[in-house]
């Protein structure tokens, strides 16, 4: 499982499309501008983004995750940000 996280708050909101897209081109060994969706025709990641309200610094209003298929691979982000890929054929660990 790969994992992308910020480095500060301040650059989460602006970074995060380019974490999950980052981290399902490395999870599946191509370049960014090699996959073959696009992530904003997947998932509405300004509806993700307002779901957890809270920063990665601060408390967030909601606990949890929200997971979607980009690419082929299994996405996760959950409350804190955090950016989870598992590739196409593997099976996310409990």
Same mark, same amino acid.
């Given at each position: 499982?790969?994992?992308?996280?910020?480095?500060?708050?301040?650059? *989460?909101?602006?970074?995060?499309?380019?974490?999950?897209?980052?981290?399902?081109?490395?999870?599946?060994?191509?370049? %960014?501008?090699?996959?073959?969706?696009?992530?904003?025709? *997947?998932?509405?990641?300004?509806? *993700?983004?307002?779901? =957890? *309200?809270?920063? %990665?610094?601060?408390?967030?209003? @909601?606990?949890?995750? !929200?997971? =979607?298929? =980009?690419?082929?691979?299994? @996405? !996760? !982000?959950?409350?804190?940000?955090?950016?989870? !890929?598992? %590739? %196409?054929?593997?099976?996310?660990?409990?």
């Amino acid at each position: 499982m790969n994992q992308a996280r910020s480095g500060s708050s301040e650059t *989460v909101d602006e970074d995060l499309d380019w974490q999950i897209v980052t981290a399902v081109a490395d999870a599946k060994g191509v370049k %960014p501008l090699e996959l073959g969706e696009r992530l904003h025709d *997947v998932v509405d990641l300004d509806a *993700v983004k307002n779901l =957890f *309200v809270g920063m %990665p610094d601060e408390q967030s209003l @909601v606990e949890g995750h !929200v997971s =979607f298929t =980009f690419d082929g691979c299994e @996405v !996760v !982000v959950d409350d804190q940000w955090d950016v989870d !890929v598992v %590739p %196409p054929g593997n099976v996310a660990a409990d």
